[in-house]
């Protein structure tokens, strides 16, 4: 019994330095940046040394012989891959642009299984509330999302000024006693719970009803205000939202 327990501690410290060392020459990387490749050779490492710490009378060679091979298909693959990109695409992945000017890509999204929830997510991580704020937004290998923010004095610069065309004809018409041909929706500040993110009108085709009623406005109003945008049907509509200026986001189906 003494031996037994001797010899699986002796095991789990050997395979503790054994792995350690692999992984350091695997070379330095991050956890959450692991391609799928690398991901895979670390989980199989693992579990080998399970397989070797659990079974006493398993020989350690038969453990350390696949771990060494596991390494050096790891390294070689690395070296290859510094000299040829195709490789390394072919094994990491490339990277995919979700969100280019403002605009969505679902067909982009669809093939890599991202949604819409996760990347509203992601934008509020990176204190973005609308999409149309973005100047591109990238699923890298790895799956962390890079977002590129729209520069509002270089490249934005004819959508500030258009933005500030509208507010001025906004004054215009409110001096002149006329509000229906403003660009911004009047909302109910105080149904309103979280200031600045965008409230979610119509989601994959979807009208959502719960948010319409919130801000006191119908569905014959929405089809209304995606008509102004180029759309005529709901189920065109990959994504509508509104923020809490009253500003309106339309992301049709099909670009």
């Known amino acids: 019994m003494f031996q037994q327990i001797t010899y699986h501690i002796f095991m789990t410290v050997l395979m503790y330095f054994f792995i350690f060392l692999c992984l350091r020459i695997m070379g330095k990387r991050e956890i959450g ?7 895979t050779i670390s989980i199989m490492i693992a579990e080998i040394a399970v397989f070797v710490i659990d079974d006493i009378k398993r020989p350690m060679y038969e ?6 091979t596991l390494v050096l298909i790891q390294v070689l693959v690395a070296q290859l891959g510094l000299k040829s990109r195709g490789l390394r695409l072919f094994m ?7 969100i280019s000017d403002g605009k969505l890509h679902r067909g982009e999204m669809r093939k890599q ?14 204190n973005i509330d609308n999409p149309a704020d973005v100047e591109f937004a990238i699923l890298e290998a790895s799956g962390q999302l890079t977002i590129i923010e729209k520069n509002k004095n270089g490249s934005s610069s004819a959508q500030s000024a258009s933005s500030s065309e509208e507010q001025s004809s906004e004054a215009g ?16 500040k105080d149904k309103i719970r979280y200031e600045g993110l965008p409230i979610p009108l119509i989601m994959d085709g979807k009208v959502q009803d719960t948010n319409l009623e919130m801000i006191g406005k119908t ?14 049907d709901f189920r065109d509509v990959f994504l509508c939202s509104v923020d809490h200026q009253g500003k309106i986001y339309v992301s049709p189906l099909h670009h």
Not at 33 to 39: E, G, Q
Not at 173 to 188: C, E, F, H, Q, Y
Not at 219 to 232: A, D, E, M, T, Y
């Open 33 to 39: 940046k692991l391609s799928v490749f690398d991901l």
């Open 63 to 68: 453990g350390v012989v696949p771990m060494a």
């Open 92 to 98: 990491d992945g490339k990277p995919s642009i979700l």
């Open 113 to 126: 299984r991202y949604n819409i929830d996760d990347l509203l997510l992601q934008l509020r991580g990176q």
């Open 173 to 188: 018409d409110s001096s002149g006693g006329n509000a229906n041909n403003s660009k911004t929706v009047k909302l109910p």
């Open 219 to 232: 569905r014959f109003w929405l089809r209304q205000q995606i008509r102004q945008k180029g759309v005529s």
